[in-house]
């Protein structure tokens, strides 16, 4: 909505910290990149008209639930998908301050994470508020502390909470590192690149998800009951600053999955 303020809610790849040479869960150049996108639009947040920025990481980097299953750990995958995103929260929340960014850290209900270091308090939506209004970018570890249920889902989730407190406009963005959008067909199993979506319904979607899987079911079901619209692009194509500043009607980076129905439109 043009001249409106606006919060922004994004869910922030965790393969982006480990991106570049050297290995490892994280590099210096992944992490100085993903921190330098974010402290551009902190500092632009005036002519940005933002009022919020919450920051949900994955942690594709560290570890995911599915892929530990597959090697025999049934019963606690998801809490070290969680604990992997607790630690992308941390590292987050200290190269920002470091950047000059203050940072609100919490984490989610059910986790009472803390060590000597630090007790993040539990998620509240009356607390992200006052954060926001003093300026401060909210980073949330833990996705929505419940098994069963990814980042992409606890991003939709908090931001649709979110609503209760905040009057503005309120945006939901996910950042990948392999795809920018949602495609007709997947681009790893072409010879050619396939059309990319403008925008697509997730109601579309879920009609066929097995193949359009870059957005988690659960979340394309809470964009679908609750109207919300999602921005997918490619952090490594876009910058956070250009994504928050283009046109986002019929989109021109990323796609735009919408909540309400809509007829699917290509480039």
Sequence with gaps: ??????????????????????GGNWTK??????????????????ELKLEGLTIVPGAGNVGRGNALK????????????????????LVLTELLKAAGVPVALFNAHGQGFFDVNIKPPAYNRDL???????????????GTGKNGVT???AVVFYARDY??????????LKSTTTVDGV?????????????????????????????????????LEQLAESGMTMHVFQESKHKLDDVLRHETNG???????????CEPLLY
């Excluded at 303020?5 to 050297?22: D, Y």
């Excluded at 609503?163 to 945006?171: A, H, K, P, R």
């Design 1 to 22: 909505m043009a001249g409106e303020t606006r919060a922004v809610f994004l869910k922030q790849s965790g393969e982006s910290l480990m991106q570049g040479n050297g």
């Design 29 to 46: 150049l992944g992490a100085a990149s993903v921190v330098a996108n974010i402290a551009e639009v902190y500092k632009s947040r005036n």
């Design 70 to 89: 597959e090697v025999g750990v049934s019963k606690y995958h998801d809490s070290i998908g969680r604990l992997g995103t607790i630690q992308n929260a």
């Design 128 to 142: 992200v508020k006052e954060a926001h209004d003093a300026q401060q970018v909210v980073v949330v570890g833990g």
């Design 151 to 153: 980042t992409d889902d």
């Design 163 to 172: 609503q209760e407190v905040y009057e503005g406009e309120i945006m939901i």
């Design 183 to 219: 495609y007709a067909s997947d681009p790893a199993e072409s010879e050619q690149e396939p059309p990319r979506f403008k925008r697509i319904s997730a109601t579309e979607m879920l009609k066929d998800y097995d193949n359009f899987d870059v957005v988690d079911k659960g979340s």
């Design 251 to 261: 989109a021109s980076i990323g796609t735009l999955i919408m909540g309400e129905t």
